[in-house]
């Protein structure tokens, strides 16, 4: 806010709108203490009123609108919801179902996926949005899944995992030679590991790492139940999946740590060559690879072998992608400059930027525009050289006149 104080003019400050969305680390925070919650989206409010800004309020939003917010971010950047502009931008667009791309976003504690599902049908009506944009109807799949983001998931995976161990847990998503001592109590406080918890016969535990990326990804496939499915297609949990449509664009932590991976220097690498990747690097040594990463925090640095797993497993076992429809996710950090992500799809929605209505008025094409302009200012040339006349005219002239 100090920044946008900085950047924007003073005499536009108060014209200026700000809206803040929390979204699945205060979901859960509600859950487990509703006034807790309630009292940090009032500290945040009155420290923003302080600013003389528009301020509209602060709001935990859902899951399904971080995923559509996502979705509208992705394909609002990407143009999909107007034709390609054309010369001076005169040409706005009817969006294509078809053509636009689904979202796949990754944070701390939730995921979402969201598309346009080839057969319109959504069999479960609360993961369905519909959208009128630009005079086009989109019917969009959309899915949120709290505590099964990568920071979340790693916790259910350890409390998971140290049952029925004596207090030293040899984890095959940590790199050869890396230990580190937890609290049990710390892991098990939280909605997310709250189906694990257990009286165990240790109040601490150490992780010792193996770095073995297929049993790191065993290990992590139990956390996603496949095997329960009320519906024709299921994602896991038993969630409705629709068959999988179209291009998707991957952000936030996927592109984060896909990135750090060394994955989003071309297009799309082969699921082989991902897979390879990860085996080598997760059976590097600790100590190798805090010389090599350096300027990396260890904290962040231990969990990329997990990370990287966990996308994997939640992309290819989670939501079924294959080798061909992996060669559809393109891991997205920017499009065009503008950061990929949520938030400007929540001020889209919430300024009315996008028109659920195609302007009225038909766009001109470059050679219209061209010709017009040329007209315009040949009749302005001629009303010139037509006034020049009659006010330079002699006296005599106007007396004949009247």
């Given at each position: 806010?100090?920044?946008?104080?900085?950047?924007?003019?003073?005499?536009?400050?108060?014209?200026?709108?700000?809206y803040?969305?929390?979204?699945?680390?205060?979901?859960l925070?509600?859950?487990?203490?509703?006034q807790?919650?309630?009292?940090?989206?009032?500290?945040?409010?009155?420290s923003?009123?302080?600013?003389?800004?528009?301020?509209?309020?602060?709001?935990?939003?859902?899951?399904?609108?971080?995923?559509a917010y996502?979705?509208?971010t992705?394909?609002?950047?990407?143009?999909?919801?107007?034709?390609?502009?054309?010369?001076?931008?005169l040409?706005?667009?009817?969006g294509?179902?078809q053509?636009t791309?689904?979202?796949?976003?990754?944070?701390?504690?939730?995921?979402?996926?969201?598309?346009?599902?080839?057969?319109?049908?959504?069999?479960?009506?609360?993961n369905?949005?519909?959208?009128?944009?630009?005079?086009?109807?989109?019917?969009?799949?959309?899915?949120?899944?709290?505590?099964?983001?990568?920071?979340?998931?790693?916790?259910?995976?350890?409390?998971?995992d140290?049952?029925?161990?004596n207090?030293i847990?040899?984890?095959?998503?940590?790199?050869?030679?890396?230990?580190?001592?937890?609290?049990?109590?710390?892991?098990?406080?939280?909605?997310?590991?709250?189906k694990?918890?257990?009286?165990?016969?240790?109040?601490?535990?150490?992780?010792?790492?193996t770095g073995?990326?297929?049993?790191?990804?065993?290990?992590?496939?139990?956390?996603?139940n496949?095997?329960?499915?009320?519906?024709?297609?299921c994602?896991?949990?038993?969630?409705?999946?629709?068959?999988?449509?179209?291009?998707?664009?991957a952000?936030?932590?996927?592109?984060?740590?896909m990135?750090?991976?060394?994955?989003?220097?071309?297009?799309t690498p082969?699921?082989?060559?991902v897979i390879?990747?990860?085996?080598?690097?997760?059976?590097?040594?600790?100590k190798?690879?805090?010389?090599?990463?350096g300027?990396?925090?260890?904290?962040?640095?231990?969990?990329?072998?997990?990370?990287g797993?966990?996308i994997?497993?939640?992309?290819?076992?989670?939501?079924?992608?294959?080798?061909?429809?992996?060669?559809?996710?393109?891991?997205?950090?920017?499009?065009h400059?503008?950061?990929?992500?949520?938030?400007?799809?929540?001020?889209?929605?919430?300024?009315?930027m996008?028109?659920?209505?195609?302007?009225?008025?038909t766009?001109?094409s470059?050679?219209?525009?061209?010709?017009?302009?040329?007209?315009?200012?040949?009749?302005?040339?001629?009303?010139?050289?037509?006034g020049?006349?009659?006010?330079?005219?002699p006296?005599?002239?106007?007396?004949?006149?009247v």
């Amino acid at each position: 806010m100090e920044r946008a104080s900085q950047v924007i003019p003073k005499s536009q400050h108060q014209g200026t709108p700000v809206y803040l969305g929390a979204t699945a680390g205060m979901r859960l925070l509600r859950m487990e203490n509703e006034q807790l919650a309630d009292k940090v989206l009032s500290v945040v409010t009155k420290s923003l009123n302080n600013y003389h800004f528009d301020f509209h309020g602060a709001r935990i939003i859902t899951g399904q609108e971080e995923g559509a917010y996502g979705w509208i971010t992705i394909n609002y950047l990407l143009g999909k919801f107007t034709q390609k502009l054309s010369w001076l931008n005169l040409k706005p667009n009817g969006g294509n179902s078809q053509g636009t791309y689904g979202a796949l976003d990754l944070g701390g504690a939730s995921t979402q996926i969201t598309f346009v599902p080839q057969n319109e049908r959504i069999e479960s009506p609360s993961n369905a949005l519909h959208f009128r944009l630009y005079g086009k109807d989109y019917s969009v799949y959309t899915h949120s899944f709290l505590c099964y983001g990568k920071d979340q998931a790693l916790r259910q995976k350890l409390a998971k995992d140290i049952q029925g161990t004596n207090g030293i847990l040899r984890d095959p998503c940590f790199h050869p030679g890396y230990e580190i001592v937890m609290n049990v109590s710390e892991l098990y406080s939280g909605p997310c590991t709250k189906k694990f918890e257990m009286t165990l016969p240790f109040d601490q535990f150490q992780i010792q790492g193996t770095g073995n990326y297929q049993q790191c990804h065993e290990s992590i496939l139990e956390l996603f139940n496949t095997s329960y499915c009320p519906y024709s297609h299921c994602s896991f949990n038993g969630i409705f999946l629709p068959p999988l449509h179209g291009d998707f664009g991957a952000f936030s932590a996927y592109y984060y740590v896909m990135e750090f991976l060394n994955f989003t220097s071309e297009e799309t690498p082969t699921q082989e060559k991902v897979i390879d990747s990860m085996e080598k690097f997760c059976s590097q040594p600790w100590k190798e690879l805090k010389t090599y990463f350096g300027d990396v925090k260890e904290k962040y640095l231990s969990e990329y072998c997990f990370s990287g797993a966990y996308i994997l497993s939640l992309l290819l076992n989670g939501y079924h992608f294959t080798a061909d429809s992996w060669k559809n996710i393109h891991f997205m950090g920017k499009i065009h400059s503008s950061s990929v992500g949520w938030t400007l799809g929540y001020m889209l929605n919430l300024t009315n930027m996008i028109p659920a209505e195609e302007p009225l008025s038909t766009p001109l094409s470059h050679s219209t525009y061209v010709f017009l302009m040329v007209l315009f200012s040949l009749i302005l040339v001629a009303v010139a050289i037509i006034g020049l006349f009659i006010f330079h005219k002699p006296s005599y002239f106007w007396k004949d006149m009247v």
